[in-house]
């Protein structure tokens, strides 16, 4: 069959490019997604996001063995079902501050080039500043209706240490302390999927098949005409009259690349795929934030969360003179460990993450056939400097974690325990604690320079009819969780394709 578009993977980006390029009756768009229509009906249930890590509707992909982290081994999940990992993440909703999409330094992504998307993204809280909010794009957002008394003690922790508030993180003042904005309408989960592509799914304009595992990009020489893919068993194939778009992530998109032989030809001849265009950049720059925080058993009964589990953010700044906060800290209403730790049943978390890693790591093929997962090693704490940031910020959790205003919550540091004091024993707890946040980012990034694996309007370079839209071309990590941005890119992507520029 043959489509104006084909989008590949039905996840955040994706939801957005088949929603608004259908938009128009008389352009056909198909969009094929791995996973299934639906997921558990856990999915619609916000804190209830941890259970869905390693479900059915999870990739199951594992990291390398990670050298920072002693060798260790982790989960990395991902989303795989309309909505992808918007459908089974933590629902966050939060931009970057300016100075993280600045340094990209590609002319068109700027913050400033981006703020009409985000505003076009989003239907924000009534009363918030509408030069930088939107007001009635699919995505709702706001701040938690009912908060955790966690979240006010938490937050009067932070004042008394002399950080800042803002009343907005995502406006005018995106530095400070302030409720989390989240992706949760009517008490509910609010996936892309939910937000943009449901509402729509009855255009006859828009063909939507799920459990198709796209296997290959279909190359004329260097132009992309279509797609291979797999429904069960039965293979097809369908035809881009105008562009395939790649939106299957920054794991799913390198990946697809590299079967398709487009890649570091190397790398791609050692797994036995034929090179069809060089493209070094493909499943390099992987980036992620690393997350860790300091655990507190609790000294009475800890109600349970409604939301996400954290109601406080901030977002602050570990030195003196830095041009943006670089250290996100969050105020969790559950103790928030990964094995082999062992932690408190009843407790809470001041976790934190340093925003702008140093450590970049890959998605490599394993191998040639499209079901078998790639290498992934996002190389947490490898780089000495993301340790420093993460030491910084332990001290800082630590600092607030100990105010007057947390004496009534808190038993007692449980982890790292208040026996590790020293900067090695420090040291050493990030390495035994750290994870991933879950925001793969960078794998197909965006730019001119020879690393770059999409150029400013989104196209492959050295292909033709073929662009890359989602968290894969971001050139480095945003100060932020990652979903805001990849609904920014997205719509941007659709302006892009259609050759329209946003009204500012
Ligand atoms: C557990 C978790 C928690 C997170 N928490 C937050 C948070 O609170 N706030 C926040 O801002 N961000 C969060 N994130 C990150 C955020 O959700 C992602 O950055 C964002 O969803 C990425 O969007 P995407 O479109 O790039 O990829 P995805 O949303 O992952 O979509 C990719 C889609 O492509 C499909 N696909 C992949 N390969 C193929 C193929 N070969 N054929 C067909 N389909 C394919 C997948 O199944 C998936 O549906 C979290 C992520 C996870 C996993």
């Given at each position: 069959m043959k489509y104006d578009y084909v989008v590949v993977g039905g996840g955040t980006a994706g939801s957005v490019l088949a929603t608004r390029l259908s938009e128009d009756a008389a352009t056909t768009v198909l969009l094929l997604e791995a996973g299934p229509a639906t997921g558990p009906d856990v999915m619609a249930v916000p804190p209830a996001w941890p259970a869905l890590l390693g479900s059915a509707v999870d990739w199951n992909f594992h990291t390398t063995p990670q050298h920072g982290l002693l060798g260790t081994q982790l989960p990395y999940p991902r989303g795989r079902t309309l909505g992808g990992s918007s459908s089974i993440n933590a629902m966050a909703h939060l931009r970057g501050h300016p100075a993280g999409y600045d340094a990209w330094g590609v002319d068109g992504w700027r913050f400033?080039?981006?703020?009409?998307?985000f505003r076009r993204s989003e239907t924000a809280a009534a009363g918030r500043d509408p030069k930088y909010r939107g007001t009635d794009g699919p995505m709702r957002v706001g701040p938690p209706p009912v908060r955790h008394p966690l979240a006010g003690a938490a937050l009067a922790a932070v004042r008394e240490r002399g950080?800042?508030?803002?009343?907005?993180?995502?406006?005018?003042?995106?530095?400070?302390?302030?409720?989390?904005?989240?992706?949760i309408a009517d008490g509910a989960r609010q996936s892309a999927a939910d937000a943009y592509l449901r509402p729509v799914l009855g255009r006859p304009n828009l063909t939507v098949?799920?459990?198709?595992?796209?296997?290959?990009?279909?190359?004329?020489?260097?132009?992309?005409?279509?797609?291979?893919?797999?429904?069960?068993?039965?293979?097809?194939?369908?035809?881009?009259?105008?562009?395939?778009?790649?939106?299957?992530?920054?794991?799913?998109?390198?990946h697809l690349l590299m079967l398709s032989g487009i890649g570091d030809p190397a790398e791609l001849e050692k797994a036995g795929v034929t090179p069809r265009v060089a493209l070094p950049g493909v499943g390099r720059n992987l980036q992620d934030h690393p997350l860790t925080g300091v655990v507190y058993s609790a000294s009475r009964t800890m109600p349970d969360g409604a939301n996400n589990h954290s109601d406080l953010v901030a977002a602050v700044r570990t030195a003196a003179g830095l041009e943006a906060p670089d250290l996100q800290l969050l105020f969790l209403d559950i103790p928030y460990f990964r094995p082999p730790l062992a932690g408190p049943t009843s407790g809470f978390t001041i976790g934190f993450s340093h925003l702008y890693p140093h450590s970049r790591g890959s998605v490599t093929l394993a191998s040639a056939d499209p079901t078998v997962a790639p290498i992934v090693d996002p190389a947490l704490l490898r780089d000495p400097r993301d340790v420093a940031a993460m030491l910084a910020g332990l001290r800082l959790a630590r600092h607030i974690g100990t105010a007057a205003a947390l004496d009534p919550w808190r038993d007692q540091e449980v982890l790292p325990g208040p026996a590790a004091t020293s900067p090695a024993q420090e040291e050493e707890f990030l390495r035994r604690s750290t994870g991933p946040y879950f925001h793969a980012s960078g794998t197909c990034a965006l730019g001119t320079g020879s690393a770059?694996?999409?150029?400013p309007t989104?196209?492959?370079?050295?292909?033709?009819?073929?662009?890359?839209?989602?968290?894969?071309?971001?050139?480095t990590l945003i100060g932020a969780n990652t979903n805001a941005t990849v609904l920014a890119v997205a719509e941007k992507a659709v302006d892009l394709l259609l050759g329209r520029e946003a009204a500012r």
């Open positions: 400033d080039d981006l703020l009409p998307y950080f800042a508030e803002t009343p907005d993180l995502n406006g005018a003042e995106p530095e400070g302390a302030t409720w989390l904005e989240m992706n098949v799920t459990g198709a595992l796209v296997t290959r990009l279909v190359l004329a020489g260097t132009h992309c005409t279509g797609v291979e893919y797999r429904v069960g068993d039965s293979p097809d194939s369908a035809e881009a009259e105008r562009s395939v778009v790649l939106t299957a992530g920054a794991v799913g998109s390198p770059a694996v999409v150029d989104l196209a492959v370079h050295g292909v033709t009819g073929l662009r890359i839209a989602d968290a894969s071309v971001l050139p």
